[in-house]
């Protein structure tokens, strides 16, 4: 599991980069509304406030919609 910086208002782009680099194509990639599973420790280490915990980046999540 990656992390991806949300995008700005607009179509799809194609192609999504990660917070550690890796560069994702959008219609083979599952979104997901809160952490699960092993994320990408390179990814991890990009969210500080992620550490929370599952609870505490879905409270991020609602904030940011
Ligand atoms: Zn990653």
Redesign the pocket.
Known sequence: M??VAPAAHGPTPPVLE???G?LLDPAVTEVLDGITGMP?V??FACVPHAAAGPAGAARDRRRSA
């Open positions: 990656h992390f990660t917070l550690c890796d990408c390179r990814c």
